[in-house]
């Protein structure tokens, strides 16, 4: 199970901190990797993020100046931090775990919420002064 938590509101030009609370599973279980998406209001989904099980982080070009992903095993979660958020980063964001098998084809994320294997409800966060 995935659950989101943060602010659901977040001033322009702050840094908008979420946290995905991971149960029933192990950050670090092999060839999970664990994805920050988000959905702004009439659009399809975006991939921003993902931390892998041994720690590597991959993001997104577009966002990957403004973006940071981190996790704390001890507590079996994993953060988002995006810097500088304007009302275009408005989104529901959700966090998504996919299982990848570097021997296999296939990618560590997907812009389809069904295609990964564990997801939390989502959590809106809106830009606004």
């Known amino acids: 199970q995935l659950r989101e938590s943060g602010p659901g509101l977040v001033k322009p030009s702050q840094t908008l901190s979420l946290t995905c609370n991971v149960s029933g599973a192990s950050i670090t279980t092999e060839y999970y990797y664990w994805n920050w998406v988000r959905q702004p209001p009439g659009k399809g989904l975006e991939w921003m993020g993902a931390?892998?099980?041994?720690?590597?982080?991959y993001y997104s070009p577009s966002l990957s100046s403004r973006t940071s992903i981190s996790r704390d095993t001890s507590k079996n979660h994993f953060t988002l931090q995006l810097s500088s958020v304007t009302p275009e980063d408005t989104a529901v964001y959700y966090c998504?775990?996919?299982?990848?098998?570097?021997?296999?084809?296939?990618?560590?994320?997907?812009?389809?919420?069904?295609?990964?294997?564990?997801r939390g409800q989502g959590t809106q966060v809106t830009v606004s002064s």
């Open positions: 998504a775990a996919k299982f990848h098998n570097p021997l296999y084809s296939g990618t560590i994320y997907s812009t389809e919420l069904d295609e990964y294997d564990y």
């Open positions: 931390i892998g099980y041994s720690g590597t982080t």
